[in-house]
Nanobody
C-alpha cells in the first residue's frame, strides 16, 4: 500500500504559476508516475507522465507550459505550472502505477485560475 499526498494547489490569476507536489509514503524509484486532473462535469484526464529516468510526456493542452519532475530519493513528484489559464481549473491528482493492476491515487488538490 502506498499513500500519496498532494499539496500546492490554490487560486491564481490567469498567467500565473503554481507548483504542485506529491509525496509518496514509499519508494517511487523505477515506477511510472503521472498527474491527472478533473474539471467539474468532465472526466479525469492525463496531464503529464514521467518514468524513473525522467523522460516525460504531456497532454497537448499543457505542453510548453507545464513541467513534470521527480525526486527518486525524496519520493516526490512535482508539477510546475506556468502561464495558467482558466481552463486549467480542476482538481489535480497524483498517480503511481506499480503494475497494470496496481495503482494508487492521491486525494487531489484544487487549482483555480480566475481573475
Amino acid at each position: 500500500q502506498v499513500e500519496l499526498v498532494e499539496s500546492g494547489g490554490g487560486v491564481v490569476q490567469p498567467g500565473g504559476s503554481l507548483t504542485l507536489s506529491c509525496q509518496a509514503s514509499g519508494s517511487i524509484a523505477g515506477l511510472y508516475m503521472t498527474w491527472h486532473r478533473q474539471a467539474p462535469g468532465k472526466q479525469r484526464e492525463l496531464v503529464a507522465g514521467i518514468i524513473s529516468s525522467g523522460s516525460a510526456i504531456y497532454d497537448r493542452a499543457v505542453k510548453g507550459r507545464f513541467t513534470v519532475f521527480r525526486d527518486n530519493v525524496k519520493n516526490t513528484l512535482s508539477l510546475q505550472m506556468n502561464d495558467l489559464k482558466p481552463e486549467d481549473t480542476a482538481v489535480y491528482y497524483c498517480n503511481l502505477q506499480r503494475s497494470s493492476t496496481e495503482q494508487y491515487w492521491g486525494q487531489g488538490t484544487q487549482v483555480t485560475v480566475s481573475s
